[in-house]
């Protein structure tokens, strides 16, 4: 995964609330084996008409706009559907940072896993830096090393999960981490499934 | 002698492996031990791409079962199965994975197969005091048994393949407790719908929720698992409820059930999944089950929804907040404000989905099609909630009820609920529909869809518009 350090660009303002995974990425785009083709499926129904063709209402179509690589969103962005590909299909498309005040939980895990930033700021900051963009549109700094995000004559530092950041920064291999600790692992489960027999009896291979 | 602990926070300490923190409270970073999966043929094909391409193997394959369920057509005549390719593809692709990977998969037309949350507590293979993640947002379904139940993507299901675990953080807690009892007519479905709407659908964000309280202890285990289930659209990640006799009962009937003596064993163990008393959680929410009425939604947000007798709420009535919102969800749902739900028109009905399509909720929807007939213009489907389920009902005469009423006598899957198979609205049909989600195009692009229980969608189909079960069913309610 792309490393996330600090990263210049174009932010777009998708105030909606609740603006789920459906949404992000139809139903159209999720019949494949592999990961790769999703940047087309990114808000498909809402870029797009029934005839394919663009949109003039919808934020990401603006001339200005075809560099996106920020968003910034309304309250519970990305609720519903576990669906990765809209995190696949977000990073495709170039999108690196979402900025919100709370996201759908899986989302935000499949964020994290894929090294797309979600920053998550009070709704009062959220409103701050909306109020920055005007028409929907502005540049937008945001420094993961240094904690800070900047817009116009917005500045303001931010919190965030140091195991994320972390991950953000170097890209970690988060199975290999967690093979490192194969031995406890091993050792748990013959005490945790020693103690509580009934638990193998529903084996898928004893059947 | 220790805090008085929730029955959440019981359940992560038993699976913890490390803590990354050893804070033990909310935020808290560990590894977390997972029992159980279940794998569907969307969300898993790039996660076994994933460990084949690091040369990775699954630490215990007998703790994941693979079960088409998504993409799959649900046409009473199996053979004419409309799959396209991309669905062709990722049904092999997923037998394909367990073959090499030593994983019981159920694929198309396996006696078994059915939708992934219907199958799995079905099969006796959900257990109190489990840890089962999948990659499905449905699967807080779990809760009803005693389980931490949650979704995870892609990425994190080739982890668990990859090392049974999960690098997880300890969620809050919050307690709903409904006291009272539903007044006839008023099911589980309306009451997580009440929760969602009261709450809101980010109400429970970053929370694991405990259900409790006289009217969850009134409730069957499969009415439990639709509250579960649909909590994950109040933005809970875990759902919860502690197990009584009720539930081991449910597990001794399953094929797949412990057996007696270890039943017996484990039942001892289970009494002491529950919240100790005095134990904190960070939000609680009581609510009065006499108060919910039947619920319907009318906007694009499972947390849009209202008492049938209710009108489409007026945006300037709405906090500011919610206004931009309401205005969006009635123009894409072509509502006005004021109009009475009842006066709404339907040209689909759709019984099916995780949330409400066991054999219970059948049951319900028959009870009120028995000697009606669909309303001219309207398309009924019911698709069961599992093979299984869609036998047993046969062998109760349940499809005649629905076949005589006008309903499609449909197999089972996801179907209409997600519309990711040949089952979808077309742009602009309305649909009273017993699933969990009413987003913008989830049932088709353009197509709008009302959310309601299972009796509710029954009464909607006769009736041809929205419609309040209680009025129409006096004498089945009694």
Same mark, same amino acid.
């Given at each position: 995964?792309?490393?996330?350090?600090?990263?210049?660009?174009?932010?777009?303002?998708?105030?909606?609330?609740?603006?789920?995974?459906?949404?992000?990425?139809?139903?159209?785009?999720?019949?494949?084996?592999?990961?790769?083709?999703?940047? @087309? /499926?990114?808000?498909?129904?809402?870029? %797009?008409? *029934? +005839?394919? &063709?663009?949109?003039?209402?919808?934020? $990401?179509?603006? #001339?200005?706009?075809?560099?996106?690589?920020?968003?910034?969103?309304?309250?519970?962005?990305?609720?519903?559907?576990s669906?990765?590909?809209?995190?696949?299909?977000?990073?495709?498309?170039?999108?690196?940072?979402? @900025? /919100?005040?709370?996201?759908?939980?899986? %989302?935000? *895990? +499949?964020? &994290?896993?894929?090294?797309?930033?979600? $920053?998550?700021? #009070?709704?009062?900051?959220i409103?701050?830096?909306?109020?920055?963009?005007?028409?929907?549109?502005?540049?937008?700094?945001?420094?993961l090393?240094?904690?800070?995000?900047?817009?116009?004559?917005?500045?303001?530092?931010?919190?965030?999960d140091?195991?994320t950041?972390?991950?953000?920064?170097?890209?970690?291999?988060?199975?290999g981490?967690?093979?490192?600790?194969?031995?406890?692992?091993?050792?748990?489960?013959?005490?945790?499934?020693?103690?509580?027999?009934?638990l193998?009896?529903?084996?898928?291979?004893?059947? | 002698?220790?805090?008085?602990?929730?029955?959440?926070?019981?359940?992560?300490?038993?699976?913890?492996?490390?803590?990354?923190?050893?804070?033990?409270?909310?935020?808290?970073?560990?590894?977390?031990?997972?029992?159980?999966?279940?794998?569907?043929?969307?969300?898993s094909?790039?996660?076994?791409?994933?460990?084949?391409?690091?040369?990775r193997?699954?630490w215990?394959?007998?703790?994941?079962?693979?079960?088409?369920?998504?993409?799959n057509?649900?046409?009473?005549?199996?053979?004419?199965?409309?799959?396209?390719?991309?669905?062709?593809?990722?049904?092999?692709?997923?037998?394909?994975?367990?073959?090499?990977?030593?994983?019981?998969?159920?694929?198309?037309?396996?006696?078994?197969?059915?939708?992934?949350?219907?199958?799995m507590?079905?099969?006796?293979?959900?257990?109190?005091?489990?840890?089962?993640?999948?990659?499905?947002?449905?699967?807080?379904?779990?809760?009803?048994?005693?389980?931490?139940?949650?979704?995870?993507?892609?990425?994190?299901?080739?982890?668990?393949?990859?090392?049974?675990?999960?690098?997880?953080?300890?969620?809050?807690?919050?307690?709903?407790?409904?006291?009272?009892?539903?007044?006839?007519?008023?099911?589980?479905?309306?009451?997580?719908?009440?929760?969602?709407?009261?709450?809101?659908?980010?109400?429970?964000?970053?929370?694991?929720?405990?259900?409790?309280?006289?009217?969850?202890?009134?409730?069957?285990?499969?009415?439990?698992?639709?509250?579960?289930?649909?909590?994950?659209?109040?933005?809970?990640?875990?759902?919860?409820?502690?197990?009584?006799?009720?539930?081991?009962?449910?597990?001794?009937?399953?094929?797949?059930?412990?057996?007696?003596?270890?039943?017996?064993?484990?039942?001892?163990?289970?009494?002491?999944?529950?919240?100790?008393?005095?134990?904190?959680?960070?939000?609680e929410?009581?609510?009065?089950?006499?108060?919910?009425?039947?619920?319907?939604?009318?906007?694009?947000?499972?947390?849009?929804?209202?008492?049938i007798?209710?009108?489409?709420?007026?945006?300037?009535?709405?906090?500011?907040?919610?206004?931009?919102?309401?205005?969006?969800?009635?123009?894409?749902?072509?509502?006005?404000?004021?109009?009475?739900?009842?006066d709404?028109a339907?040209?689909?009905?759709?019984?099916?989905?995780?949330?409400?399509?066991?054999?219970?909720?059948?049951?319900?929807?028959?009870?009120?099609?028995?000697?009606?007939?669909?309303?001219?213009?309207?398309?009924?489907?019911?698709?069961?909630?599992?093979?299984?389920v869609?036998?047993?009902?046969?062998?109760?005469?349940?499809?005649?009820?629905?076949?005589?009423?006008?309903?499609?006598?449909?197999?089972?899957?996801?179907?209409?609920?997600?519309?990711?198979?040949?089952d979808?609205?077309?742009?602009?049909?309305r649909?009273?529909?017993?699933?969990?989600?009413?987003?913008?195009?989830?049932?088709?692009?353009?197509?709008?869809?009302?959310?309601?229980?299972?009796?509710?969608?029954?009464?909607?189909?006769?009736t041809?518009?929205?419609?309040?079960?209680?009025?129409?069913?006096?004498?089945e309610?009694?």
């Amino acid at each position: 995964m792309e490393r996330f350090i600090r990263l210049s660009g174009r932010a777009a303002a998708m105030p909606a609330a609740n603006i789920d995974t459906d949404v992000i990425m139809p139903k159209a785009y999720l019949k494949g084996i592999d990961r790769s083709g999703l940047a @087309i /499926g990114l808000f498909h129904d809402l870029r %797009f008409d *029934d +005839n394919g &063709a663009l949109r003039d209402d919808f934020i $990401l179509n603006r #001339p200005d706009m075809a560099n996106t690589r920020f968003l910034l969103v309304g309250p519970n962005f990305g609720c519903g559907s576990s669906r990765e590909h809209a995190v696949w299909g977000m990073l495709q498309y170039g999108i690196r940072g979402i @900025i /919100g005040s709370s996201y759908g939980a899986i %989302f935000a *895990d +499949n964020a &994290a896993n894929n090294g797309l930033l979600l $920053l998550s700021l #009070p709704a009062t900051e959220i409103a701050a830096l909306m109020a920055q963009l005007g028409d929907g549109a502005g540049d937008m700094t945001v420094d993961l090393d240094a904690q800070r995000v900047e817009m116009g004559d917005y500045a303001s530092g931010f919190d965030i999960d140091p195991a994320t950041r972390q991950a953000l920064m170097l890209g970690l291999d988060r199975i290999g981490e967690t093979l490192t600790h194969a031995e406890r692992i091993r050792a748990f489960e013959k005490a945790y499934l020693g103690r509580k027999p009934w638990l193998m009896a529903a084996d898928s291979d004893e059947h | 002698m220790s805090a008085p602990k929730t029955l959440y926070d019981k359940i992560v300490d038993e699976h913890r492996i490390l803590s990354f923190d050893e804070s033990g409270a909310a935020g808290e970073r560990l590894l977390l031990y997972i029992d159980r999966t279940v794998l569907n043929e969307y969300t898993s094909p790039q996660a076994f791409s994933g460990l084949r391409a690091a040369g990775r193997n699954v630490w215990r394959p007998a703790a994941s079962l693979g079960v088409v369920d998504h993409v799959n057509s649900t046409n009473p005549d199996r053979d004419a199965g409309e799959l396209d390719d991309g669905a062709r593809r990722q049904i092999e692709y997923l037998s394909e994975n367990g073959r090499d990977f030593g994983i019981e998969i159920f694929d198309l037309f396996d006696p078994r197969q059915g939708i992934e949350h219907v199958v799995m507590p079905e099969l006796g293979l959900v257990l109190p005091g489990m840890v089962i993640a999948a990659g499905d947002s449905h699967s807080t379904t779990y809760g009803a048994f005693g389980v931490i139940g949650f979704g995870i993507g892609t990425s994190d299901i080739e982890h668990l393949l990859a090392t049974q675990t999960l690098v997880y953080r300890r969620l809050k807690t919050m307690r709903v407790t409904i006291d009272g009892t539903l007044a006839p007519g008023i099911t589980a479905k309306d009451l997580i719908m009440e929760v969602i709407r009261r709450i809101g659908a980010d109400g429970a964000v970053g929370h694991a929720v405990e259900f409790a309280g006289e009217a969850i202890d009134a409730l069957g285990v499969e009415a439990r698992m639709t509250i579960c289930n649909m909590a994950v659209e109040c933005g809970a990640r875990v759902a919860l409820m502690a197990p009584d006799d009720k539930v081991v009962d449910y597990i001794a009937g399953c094929p797949r059930a412990p057996s007696p003596d270890l039943l017996a064993a484990a039942r001892a163990e289970w009494r002491t999944l529950r919240s100790d008393p005095g134990a904190r959680f960070d939000h609680e929410v009581a609510l009065d089950a006499a108060d919910i009425p039947p619920m319907v939604s009318w906007g694009t947000s499972p947390d849009q929804s209202l008492a049938i007798t209710g009108s489409v709420p007026d945006p300037q009535d709405l906090p500011a907040e919610r206004r931009a919102d309401a205005i969006r969800a009635m123009a894409y749902m072509d509502l006005a404000p004021h109009t009475p739900l009842q006066d709404i028109a339907i040209d689909r009905a759709f019984i099916g989905s995780c949330t409400n399509a066991r054999l219970t909720d059948l049951r319900d929807a028959a009870r009120i099609l028995k000697g009606r007939k669909v309303a001219p213009g309207v398309r009924a489907m019911i698709s069961p909630g599992s093979s299984g389920v869609r036998r047993a009902a046969e062998a109760e005469g349940i499809d005649r009820i629905f076949i005589d009423a006008g309903f499609e006598w449909r197999r089972s899957g996801c179907s209409l609920c997600l519309a990711m198979n040949d089952d979808s609205l077309a742009p602009g049909e309305r649909c009273a529909s017993s699933t969990n989600r009413n987003f913008e195009g989830r049932q088709g692009i353009g197509g709008r869809t009302h959310l309601m229980s299972p009796a509710m969608v029954a009464a909607a189909a006769v009736t041809g518009r929205l419609a309040d079960v209680r009025a129409l069913a006096v004498e089945e309610l009694n």
